[in-house]
């Protein structure tokens, strides 16, 4: 990568950071322009048609995957055209990536109790809970601290999406396993001789090893869904999908709506709700006398 490439990386990277944005959004995003500068063999000076050219290469991504691409070439080259480093900004004529609405992809009660039951960690055990009770992330799992546990006013501290902090009702599985884990420190501590705790991709890591030992074959079954686990079943169980949301810490409701497109057993209840009627053999048009 040329030097000046290099310098409009690390100056994003600061622009990123004084808005405050998460390390693992400025991370993806970087990864994604080293490839990109790799594909087109320049950065700051590239067109729309290498844009174009690596948003719509052939290859396995998703249409998600390529959305997001299109997202962090969008930020960096409006920050090139913003700061005066580039006279024009290409991105300007990237197309939006359609992209299929999703489907969650839950666990079921049967697998998240062979998660729970077939050798994994206790530690392994605790944030399959906190995933599947409390509707967390890994990103959220991974630095949950003694401190962030409120059992007097039943509340669990997390920071979401965006770095906001919320508090979050403490489902009682939880508030016991509270009491098993650290109160004055990270419930899971990083190894190694590292300070602070474990990394996300950690938790994924082992609670996907916990999959692997449950037997559970399922490709598109994640750590993540355990949180689509935990919103189908609430939805199932008649709780308002506007407390849902809350709950899932979703900004914009059409987000959780995705978890309604889950059940048949609630579209099967949905139609038996309406009463059956005695239905005649005949019409009666026959006996109708019509008027002259």
Known sequence: MHDRDIRALEYFEVYQRSQHLADTTITNRRSILTAFARHAG??????VFSLRGYIGRPGPATAGTRRTERGALTAFYTFLHEDGIRADNPALKLKPVSVPKGKPRPFTAAQIDALLTTGAYT???????????????VSSIAPVHGHDIDLTSGRIRSVVKGRKERWFPLHPVIAELADTMPTDGYWFPARGGREGHILPGSVTNLITRAKKRAEIAERKLTPHSLRHAFATDLLEEGVDIRVVQELLAHEHLSTTQIYTQVSEQRKDAGIRTLAPREIAATSGRGSVKIAA
């Open 42 to 47: 320049a950065l700051v000076d590239a067109d």
């Open 123 to 137: 530690r392994t055990r605790a944030m399959i809970l906190l995933g599947y009770y409390q509707g967390f992330r």
